[in-house]
């Protein structure tokens, strides 16, 4: 049971052009998401992060966007740089409840930045 | 103050065999959790420790895995009689706290490969 999906398993922008990456979530549990960049070899870094009670959280050329009736939120990178090029996951979690920050992790989609 | 360590970066182990990876959580972080990464697929979670205590193992499979977080010392997940399913790249992340709304720090992860 795939309770957070990316559907899109890569994107391809041109660099300073916006990158959109998507993920759906489906337990109404979930009220705390994270984004997460990881590159070849390493860990996964946090990007950005929102509560359910907001709707936006910007962090320089990074914005999340949360809408919590259709279950759905977006990062937005604008504007997109080669360096940007990894792998960029969703994550969420019932950080109201007793989870102790357990992650739910989607399947990642594959941003690719090209000069 | 360094990140997250993980050893070893790659292990190599034949059917039957036991693997045994550990992590250095961040320094003044008590809170472990462990990932598994299969291919093609998103991180999933296995255990979150305490030191001393395991707090949620309800991702770990119950035969042939444990993990331990001892008051000294690296956490370490044992898997034991490895089979080739058990391939994948194992994450830990550490944190001050046992929140999400606390960023989680992910080491670079150990890739097991299982002959």
């Known amino acids: 049971d795939q309770q957070v999906k990316q559907n899109s398993p890569s994107l391809s922008v041109q660099e300073g052009r916006i990158s959109i990456l998507n993920c759906d979530y489906t337990n109404s549990m979930f009220d705390y998401f994270l984004w997460y960049k990881k590159y070849p070899a390493e860990g996964p870094t946090f990007l950005i992060s929102?509560?359910?009670?907001?709707d936006k959280n910007e962090d320089g050329r990074f914005t999340v966007f949360l809408n919590k009736s259709a279950k759905h939120l977006s990062l937005h990178i604008v504007p997109s740089q080669p360096g940007d090029s990894a792998v960029y996951f969703c994550?969420?979690?019932?950080?109201?409840?007793?989870?102790?920050?357990?992650?739910?992790f989607g399947q990642g989609t594959i941003l690719t930045v090209h000069p | 103050n360094a990140g997250v360590m993980q050893n070893p970066r790659h292990l190599v182990r034949r059917r039957g065999q036991e693997a045994r990876l550990r992590c250095s959580p961040m320094k003044g972080h008590s809170h472990v959790y462990w990932y598994r990464q299969l291919p093609e697929e998103g991180l999933k979670f296995m255990v979150y420790?305490?030191?001393?205590?395991?707090?949620?193992e309800s991702g770990m499979p119950k035969e042939r895995f444990s993990a331990e977080f001892p008051k000294e010392g690296p956490s370490i997940l044992r898997i034991q009689q490895v089979v080739r399913g058990d391939s994948a790249a194992y994450f830990c992340?550490?944190?001050?706290?046992?929140?999400?709304?606390?960023?989680?720090?992910f080491g670079p992860g150990t890739r097991l490969l299982v002959l």
């Open positions: 992340a550490s944190s001050p706290a046992a929140t999400s709304e606390e960023t989680q720090y």
């Open positions: 994550a969420a979690d019932n950080a109201g409840g007793t989870s102790y920050g357990k992650l739910t």
């Open positions: 420790l305490q030191k001393e205590n395991i707090i949620d």
């Open positions: 929102i509560s359910s009670i907001k």
